[in-house]
Every structure is written in structure tokens, then in C-alpha cells.
């Protein structure tokens, strides 16, 4: 199982980055994804997470009204839509899948994901 993810880079305050985050070695429409990020010298925290089939989404209060989150099971890619980012947004952010087994449509507990990508850098100057 891979997923890679893309499109981090160095933007402006209130400037915006589309992520993704492509799979491949699993059947993706049957994993709950989640994307979170990690701050220098700060614990991993909790995004966004979208059902399997696309159905249903969640927020951290972080990104409520400034992030989107979306699939494509056709192409096996989750996208994470940055907004009005700020300084503090800056981290390295990592997708990452887990299993649906038909109860949870999503779940925001990292250690709950069974696999991870290698994260994409995301730096908001001021």
C-alpha cells in the first residue's frame, strides 16, 4: 500500500494549496481517509476525514470554513482544498486510510488509520 501525497509549497497568508493524496496497492473506495498535520516540535493533530464512499465529512474547528475536503474513488485520490491560510497552518500534512468496516463512516483518531503517507510540506509566510 502507497499513498502519496502532493501539492504542498510555500504560500502567502490568505492564499490557498489544493493537496492530494494518491493510492494505490488497496481498494480505496473501502477506506475511510483522513488528513492531519504535524507542526515542528508539535504533536500530530487531526484535519479533516471523509467516509469511504464520499458521503460524509468532518472538521477539526482548525479548518472549519477554510478547508474542503473531497475524493475521486474513480482515481483513488482524496484532496484536501487549503484556504485563507495562515502562519499558524504551516506543518507537514499526511493522508492517511483506514479500513471501513461498516460501522464508523469516519473516525478523526490517528491511531486508528492502518496506513500513511510520507506527508507534503505546507509553509504560510506572513
Known amino acids: 500500500v502507497q499513498l502519496q501525497a502532493s501539492g504542498g509549497g510555500l504560500v502567502q497568508a490568505g492564499g490557498s494549496l489544493r493537496l492530494s493524496c494518491a493510492a494505490s496497492g488497496l481498494t480505496f473506495s473501502r477506506y475511510i481517509m483522513g488528513w492531519f498535520r504535524q507542526a515542528p516540535g508539535k504533536e500530530v493533530e487531526f484535519i479533516s476525514t471523509?467516509?469511504?464512499?464520499?458521503?460524509?465529512?468532518f472538521f477539526a474547528d482548525s479548518a472549519k470554513g477554510r478547508f474542503t475536503i473531497s475524493r475521486d474513488n474513480a482515481k483513488d485520490t482524496v484532496y484536501l482544498q487549503l484556504s485563507s491560510l495562515r502562519p499558524k497552518d504551516t506543518a507537514i500534512y499526511y493522508c492517511a486510510a483506514k479500513w471501513y468496516n461498516g460501522v464508523h463512516l469516519y473516525t478523526t483518531t490517528a491511531s486508528e488509520y492502518d496506513y500513511w503517507g510520507q506527508g507534503t510540506q505546507v509553509t504560510v509566510s506572513s
Open positions: 471523509i467516509s469511504a464512499s464520499g458521503s460524509t465529512t
